[in-house]
């Protein structure tokens, strides 16, 4: 009795809790989970992020050691904005790290329906258009434009308008390649030829204002001849002009030709062979400067090129550095061409004697009726061109152009189809950028010579 009241003052207040003494023996069995029960709570001990899931690992085993997982290529945008894009071109590019894993050009930024515009005009009315293909060099445009018509006309050119045409492509070339040359050397970092060479420049736009009123989009070279004989005195400023530009060429190779850190961010870069050269529809300095010697002014001559004796230069590696000699002996040629041109320059007239295709001259029209009136029908309605199609094409600064029209029998054409340069030249880039670094890419489309106007149209 007296253990039973020490037993309620000392657990009196408890009575509602269970009392369990641990020394007694528990007849139930001892429980060990099995394998496939642990397995279930294994692995990392904490809640994993798609970034960390993403990037790396984190593994429990008493030391921490990220492992690399995924890690993709990153894209950009070259261009349009990119002042080495030469235009409005977006290339898109993979990167592994600096190095470019796949080139994309996109194009269509400029595209104008030029030639679905041409078979809504006049013969002489797409002329203007014509010039705003390759802005660079729009009398070699025009000349490709005039020769496919007048195989349309089945008519001829006189001389004088012959030379006078091959003057003005030989300098549309020189104009080009003076671009070209100096912004491959502004874009690899020299910065002085791009002054020299636009000076050059700005002189034969001034030669060019002085021969038909218009120093950049010109529409001075027309089916039939030209609009207007040259200037007195013009050949000779353009003897001079060329006397001084051998000089700049000189003075150009000496500080980028011969210079170790140009040739270093030129050779071996965008390297194409002549087998891939011809397989993508290369021409001009791209195709020759694999070793290919194709030039249409030798291989299919036009316009008396056949008269004047000149060398085809070409390339050995086909790589930017290649490109870059090729256009200054192509310059060199060219002057050598002018000077045979302004020795030889023939008398007589302009334009072809066929009134139904040349307009009169304004003095005609002040005494002539039948002038008059066939001044009026050609600009209002335009000189019919007989059904019939053709391809001509013609050796411009930057490659092969080519002008694929069709006649109806009418004043406009029944279908224009323009084979341009730089749209093969520019998906090259495709392939000819796989494995060159970010840095390269400026170099490489600046000797490619691209001009957008002549992608897009």
């Known amino acids: 009795m007296k253990n039973v009241r020490r037993y309620l003052a000392l657990f009196g207040p408890f009575k509602h809790i269970r009392q369990i003494q641990t020394s007694a023996a528990l007849n139930a069995k001892r429980w060990v989970p099995d394998v496939e029960f642990a397995n279930q709570f294994g692995g990392v001990g904490i809640f994993t992020t798609e970034a960390m899931e993403k990037y790396y690992r984190v593994i429990y085993h008493g030391r921490v050691r990220p492992v690399e997982r995924k890690l993709r290529n990153m894209w950009i945008n070259f261009g349009p904005q990119h002042p080495a894009a030469h235009g409005v071109l977006r290339l898109i590019l993979e990167l592994d790290g600096e190095l470019v894993v796949r080139a994309d050009p996109h194009v269509g930024f400029l595209h104008r329906a030029s030639e679905k515009l041409m078979e809504h005009k006049h013969y002489t009315q797409s002329l203007p258009y014509v ?32 030379a006078i045409r091959v003057l003005c492509s030989e300098l549309s070339r020189i104009a080009n390649h003076l671009l070209n040359i100096s912004g491959t050397i502004l874009d690899a970092g020299g910065i002085t030829p791009f002054f020299w060479m636009c000076e050059e420049r700005e002189k034969i736009y001034e030669l060019s204002e002085r021969l038909c009123g218009a120093r950049v989009h010109c529409a001075y070279i027309r089916p039939g001849g030209v609009s207007q004989d040259i200037p007195i005195g013009f050949m000779d400023d353009i003897h001079e002009f060329c006397m001084k530009l051998g000089e700049r060429c000189d003075e150009t190779e000496d500080i980028a030709t011969g210079n170790r850190l140009y040739y270093a961010r030129t050779a071996g870069v965008g390297v194409v062979s002549a087998h891939d050269a011809i397989h993508h529809g290369f021409s001009g300095p791209m195709l020759r400067s694999t070793g290919v010697k194709w030039d249409l002014r030798i291989a299919f001559p036009y316009d008396g090129y056949d008269l004047y004796d000149f060398d085809v230069p070409i390339g050995t590696f086909g790589d930017s550095f290649d490109r870059h000699l090729l256009r200054l002996m192509e310059l060199r040629q060219s002057i050598r061409i002018i000077n045979q041109v302004i020795d030889t320059m023939p008398e007589g007239e302009v334009r072809t004697d066929d009134s139904k295709v040349s307009p009169p001259l304004r003095s005609e029209m002040k005494t002539s009726m039948e002038a008059l009136i066939h ?80 992608v897009d149209r």
Not at 134 to 161: H, K, M
Not at 378 to 389: F, K, Q
Not at 404 to 422: E, H
């Open 375 to 454: 001044h009026f029908k050609l600009c209002s309605e335009g000189y019919v061109v007989p059904p019939g199609a053709t391809y001509t094409s013609v050796e411009c600064p930057k490659g092969e152009l080519g002008f694929y029209m069709v006649g109806d029998g009418t004043s406009k054409p029944y279908r224009v189809g323009i084979r341009s340069c730089s749209y093969n030249h520019l998906a090259g880039v495709a392939f000819m950028g796989k494995g060159l670094l970010l840095a390269d890419i400026a170099i490489l489309i600046a000797t490619i010579d691209v001009v957008f106007g002549d």
């Open 131 to 162: 010039d705003r293909f390759d802005y660079v060099s729009t009398l070699a445009n025009e000349q490709g434009f005039a020769v496919a018509v007048e195989r349309l006309l089945n008519i001829q050119v006189p001389p004088r308008a012959q």
